[in-house]
């Protein structure tokens, strides 16, 4: 058992490059990703215990609420959590302290990735992609030495209990907008989509993708197709897609990845 966990969702790789830099300054560091059911629930023995994900629709992506309360952590275990979000925070802060009782929480905003529902270049307060990555890296420094002295949060995360309602109504339009998924002349067959499905959402048929109703809405398929060539609906083919740069479509398809 390492001495450190970090549970990570990731659909765009963004978190990801967070944890790995926040587990760069802890050292002995394995990061469950939780973009499906986690491999490792048991955490009793690890010293820190951290969760690093994005907002989604006001909360939690996918079934991380889910996850988080089957997940066991030591009493005496220093927990912490830090967020990426575009607009707003939303309530998933507040959530995880409610199930595991947060020691120190952070957040970040970043550029958004949710294209199908808006521009990438959405952003509060608004910058250039290249400066809002800047700044979530000195973010996952400032948390990365935070965790590593034991610092406490002065006061627990907000409640946001309008966000938590909205959450709940996102999380319901995702088999529904699963329907609009496509993939145009420009797919090769490459099966990245495929392999990159954390619900196994999508299949090859004569080497052309065919999206099921099991979709979170990760958008990694649209995100990390080589050719840009998956769509939601239209509203998506003009806008620019935004996969972090230092994270390759199959480090998303680890279950964990260990950092010294």
Same mark, same amino acid.
């Given at each position: 058992?390492?001495?450190?966990?970090i549970?990570?969702?990731?659909?765009?790789?963004?978190?990801?490059?967070?944890?790995?830099?926040?587990?760069?300054?802890?050292?002995?560091? %394995?990061?469950?990703?939780?973009?499906?059911?986690?491999?490792?629930?048991?955490?009793?023995?690890?010293?820190?215990?951290?969760?690093?994900?994005?907002?989604?629709?006001?909360?939690?992506?996918?079934?991380?609420?889910?996850?988080i309360?089957?997940?066991?952590?030591?009493?005496?275990?220093?927990?912490?959590? +830090?967020?990426?979000?575009?607009?707003?925070?939303?309530?998933?802060?507040?959530?995880?302290?409610e199930?595991?009782?947060?020691?120190?929480?952070?957040?970040?905003?970043?550029?958004?990735?949710?294209?199908?529902?808006?521009?990438?270049?959405?952003?509060?307060?608004?910058?250039?992609?290249? =400066?809002?990555?800047?700044? +979530?890296?000195?973010k996952?420094?400032?948390?990365?030495?935070?965790v590593?002295?034991?610092?406490?949060?002065?006061?627990?995360?907000?409640?946001?209990?309008?966000?938590?309602?909205e959450?709940?109504?996102?999380?319901?339009?995702?088999?529904?907008?699963?329907? =609009?998924?496509?993939?145009?002349? %420009?797919?090769?067959?490459?099966?990245?989509?495929?392999?990159?499905?954390?619900?196994?959402?999508?299949?090859?048929?004569?080497?052309?993708?065919?999206?099921?109703?099991?979709?979170?809405?990760?958008?990694?398929? +649209?995100?990390?197709?080589?050719?840009?060539?998956?769509? +939601?609906?239209?509203?998506?083919?003009?806008?620019e897609?935004?996969?972090?740069?230092?994270?390759?479509?199959?480090?998303?398809?680890?279950?964990?990845?260990?950092?010294?």
């Open positions: 058992m390492s001495e450190n966990i549970y990570c969702y990731s659909g765009s790789g963004h978190c990801l490059n967070m944890a790995k830099t926040i587990a760069s300054y802890l050292g002995d560091t %394995d990061i469950v990703m939780m973009r499906s059911f986690p491999v490792k629930t048991d955490a009793t023995e690890a010293k820190r215990v951290g969760f690093v994900f994005p907002c989604y629709g006001g909360g939690l992506p996918g079934h991380v609420e889910e996850y309360k089957a997940i066991r952590i030591a009493p005496d275990a220093y927990k912490f959590a +830090v967020e990426q979000f575009a607009g707003y925070m939303g309530c998933g802060l507040h959530k995880i302290d199930i595991v009782g947060l020691d120190y929480w952070n957040m970040i905003s970043n550029h958004s990735t949710c294209i199908w529902l808006m521009p990438h270049s959405l952003c509060l307060p608004p910058t250039s992609p290249e =400066k809002a990555q800047e700044r +979530v890296n000195r996952a420094v400032e948390v990365g030495l935070a590593r002295e034991g610092k406490r949060s002065e006061k627990k995360p907000p409640k946001k209990a309008f966000f938590a309602a959450s709940k109504a996102f999380s319901g339009m995702h088999s529904k907008r699963a329907k =609009k998924f496509q993939a145009n002349s %420009d797919c090769i067959g490459c099966g990245t989509c495929a392999k990159i499905c954390p619900m196994h959402n999508i299949y090859l048929i004569d080497t052309k993708p065919v999206f099921g109703s099991d979709c979170i809405g990760c958008l990694s398929c +649209v995100q990390y197709c080589p050719k840009q060539a998956i769509n +939601v609906g239209k509203i998506t083919e003009k806008r897609r935004f996969p972090n740069p230092n994270v390759k479509a199959m480090d998303l398809t680890k279950q964990i990845i260990h950092i010294d």
